[in-house]
C-alpha cells in the first residue's frame, strides 16, 4: 500500500485519500493509521460520514458498525446524513432491528438534529409494515426539539401510509396530534382526505372535512375546494349523491363563507336528472367554484388539480371562465398543463400553451 502522505494531514486530505481505495478495507485500515501517523489529527464529521458511506456501500456492516461506534466515542459533531446512510445499508441487509437501535442511540452521539434520520427510519418501518411500531415511534419523537419541521414529518409520514393502504392509521397519528401541539396544515388534511377516501372511509373523510370548518377554513379559503372536491367526487362515485349535495351546502355554508346573496344553489332534483356520474361530478365542481365568493385560490386549486387528473377539457373550461371573472392564470396553472400535456406526449399541444396561450394572458415562461 503506497500511500503519498500530506506533511499536515486534514480531515478533507483523508477523505480524497481513502475515496481512491478500490479496496474499501484498504481504505478503512488508512482511516484508521492517520491518527498514528499525525499525533495532532482529528477525524472529523465528514470524514466519518466518507468512511461510513465507503464501508456500507460495499457491503461491509461489521466493519461500518466499529466505525459508528468510534465516532460515537470521539464525540465529535455529525450530520445527521452518517445515519441515514448507515440505516439504509442495514435495511437493505435486512437488518431492521439494527436500524432501529442505531436510530434510538443517536441521541449518545455528537448530533443536534436528526430531522432526516427521523423520516428514514420511519419510511423504513413502513416499508416493512409495521405501521403499530412506526405509529409508536412518531408520537415518541415527533415533538422532540431535534426534529424539526413537525409538519413536514406528519405529512410525509401520512402519506406513505396512506400509499400503503393504512389510512386508519394515518387518521389516529393525525388525531394524536392535537395533545403533541402540533397543528396539521392543508396538505395534512390533503393527504389524509385522499387516503381515506381511497381506502373507502368515507365517514371518516366526511367528519374529517367538517373539522376543516373551525380549523384551517375559518376565513374561507378558496385553496380548500380540492379538499372538499375530493370527498365530494368520491361520494358520487359511490352512489351517495345526495350525501354529496348535503355536505356541499355545508361547505358553502362553513367552509367557504359563502354570503347568501352569492351562493351557488343546486337542485337535488337537477342531479338525479342527469344520468352521467361525471356530468354531476362537473355540476359540483361549478358549485365549489361559483358558490362561494370567487378568488383566485379557488379557481387555481381546481384547475391545477383538474390537469393532475388529466382532465384537460373540463380544466381548460375552468380557466376560461377565471379569465371571464377578471382573474389571470397563475403560472402554476401553465405549468400543471404543460406537466400533463407532456405526460400525455402531446408535444405539439405543450408548444401552443407556450407560445399561445401563455403570451395571451401576458404569462412569462421560466
Not at 240 to 264: M, T, W, Y
Request: glycine share 6%; aromatic share 8%; proline share 3%.
Amino acid at each position: 500500500m503506497c500511500i503519498r502522505w500530506p506533511r499536515i494531514l486534514t480531515p478533507t486530505d483523508l477523505s480524497q485519500i481513502i475515496r481512491k481505495q478500490k479496496n474499501p478495507l484498504t481504505a478503512l485500515q488508512i482511516f484508521n493509521e492517520a491518527k498514528s501517523m499525525y499525533p495532532s489529527y482529528r477525524h472529523n464529521g465528514p470524514v466519518y460520514q466518507t468512511m461510513v458511506g465507503i464501508l456500507g456501500n460495499s457491503g461491509r456492516i461489521s466493519e461500518m458498525k466499529e466505525v459508528i461506534n468510534q465516532m460515537k466515542n470521539d464525540s465529535c459533531e455529525c450530520k445527521d446524513s452518517v445515519f441515514v446512510a448507515a440505516m439504509k445499508t442495514y435495511a437493505r441487509a435486512g437488518l431492521m432491528d439494527e436500524a432501529f437501535s442505531l436510530f434510538k442511540n443517536i441521541p449518545k452521539f455528537n448530533c443536534v438534529n436528526w430531522t432526516m434520520s427521523f423520516y428514514t427510519i420511519l419510511q423504513i418501518m413502513v416499508n416493512e409494515l409495521r405501521f403499530d411500531d412506526a405509529r409508536c415511534l412518531f408520537l415518541e419523537n415527533g415533538c422532540k426539539w431535534e426534529v424539526s419541521s413537525r409538519i413536514r414529518s406528519l405529512n410525509l409520514f401520512m402519506s406513505t401510509l396512506c400509499e400503503k393502504g393504512r389510512s386508519d392509521v394515518a387518521l389516529k397519528i393525525f388525531l394524536a396530534m392535537d395533545y403533541q401541539g402540533c397543528c396539521p396544515d392543508r396538505e395534512s388534511y390533503r393527504i389524509l382526505m385522499k387516503g381515506l377516501c381511497q381506502d373507502g372511509r368515507l365517514n371518516e373523510g366526511t367528519h374529517l372535512l367538517y373539522s376543516m370548518f373551525w380549523r384551517i377554513s375559518q376565513k374561507g379559503s378558496g385553496e380548500d375546494v380540492i379538499i372538499y372536491r375530493t370527498l365530494l367526487d368520491v361520494l358520487c362515485d359511490n352512489g351517495q349523491v345526495e350525501e354529496a349535495v348535503e355536505v356541499l351546502g355545508k361547505i358553502l355554508r362553513k367552509g367557504l363563507k359563502a354570503p347568501n346573496r352569492s351562493r351557488f344553489r343546486i337542485d337535488i332534483t337537477q342531479c338525479n336528472n342527469v344520468q352521467d356520474l361525471e356530468a354531476i361530478k362537473r355540476l359540483l365542481n361549478e358549485a365549489l367554484i361559483k358558490g362561494g365568493i370567487p378568488s383566485l385560490a379557488s379557481f387555481s386549486a381546481m384547475t391545477i388539480d383538474l390537469y393532475m387528473e388529466n382532465k384537460i377539457t373540463e380544466a381548460d373550461k375552468v380557466v376560461k371562465e377565471m379569465q371571464d371573472t377578471g382573474f389571470r392564470p397563475t403560472l402554476s396553472v401553465y405549468e400543471a398543463k404543460l406537466a400533463t400535456l407532456c405526460r400525455e406526449s402531446e408535444v405539439n399541444e405543450a408548444v401552443k400553451v407556450i407560445e399561445v396561450e401563455m403570451v395571451k394572458a401576458h404569462c412569462v415562461p421560466t
